[in-house]
């Protein structure tokens, strides 16, 4: 039963590229929900995708945008990168928008020069 | 005021001790409750939910204090295993199942 997983497993970029991330959700799972984790920090909600959607959103900024693919796999893409940016990025399934049991992928470690 | 606080620590504590941490919530309506265990450049890993009366798994117990608006979990006979953050997670009202995360609190359990 494969977990979550994430694309790159590192990623290093300079300011004002843009950067593409990839997950895959947990088998049978449905939603994907996308967090950034500074270091020192818990992860922060960035948005959740459910039936191709943008369901909810927290408080990013519109640079951050994303996707969720028929096979529910998702992409979180960030544009006009600045150095704050630099963090790991999580991503997260779980059921029907169900947040009880979410399973997180192992990230990715976006640096920002 | 933060939506959810925890104490990062780090908590150092020996083998086989007990060690309690809490976390406070500011929105009283809140509805979900649960705390995740991260390794350190791992992912969160969910450890328990919490339920309204307090929950045990193992050496692990929950707890929820709706009144005082904070959650807690305390850990017995603490393990060299049992070093990680711990995160505090709250559900936020309104049907929306976004979560916030606390910072964590980071345990430390020494030979």
């Known amino acids: 039963d494969a977990g979550v997983t994430q694309s790159p497993t590192h990623l290093i970029k300079t300011r004002g590229q843009q950067v593409t991330l990839r997950c895959s959700p947990k088998?049978?799972?449905?939603?994907v929900s996308w967090y950034q984790q500074a270091l020192g920090q818990g992860p922060q909600f960035i948005f959740q995708y459910y039936e191709e959607e943008e369901r909810q959103r927290g408080n990013f900024p519109d640079r951050f945008s994303g996707h969720q693919f028929p096979n529910y796999s998702s992409e979180l893409n960030v544009n006009a990168l600045l150095l704050g940016d630099s963090a790991l990025y999580l991503c997260a399934s779980s059921l029907r928008l169900a947040v009880y049991e979410q399973y997180f992928g192992p990230g990715t470690r976006l640096t920002v020069t | 005021r933060k939506e959810v606080e925890q104490d990062p620590g780090p908590f150092n504590v020996p083998e086989g001790a007990t060690v309690a941490f809490n976390c406070t919530y500011s929105?009283?309506?809140?509805?979900?409750f649960f705390w995740y265990r991260q390794d350190c450049r791992k992912e969160p890993k969910l450890l328990m939910s919490v339920y309204s009366s307090g929950n045990e798994d193992g050496r692990f117990t929950a707890q929820l204090n709706r009144a005082s608006q904070y959650i807690s979990l305390l850990i017995r006979d603490s393990k060299l295993s049992d070093s990680a953050t711990y995160l505090c997670v709250v559900r936020l009202p309104g049907g929306y199942q976004k979560v916030t995360f606390g910072i964590g609190t980071k345990l430390q359990v020494i030979p």
């Open positions: 929105n009283s309506a809140s509805q979900s």
């Open positions: 088998s049978g799972h449905d939603t």
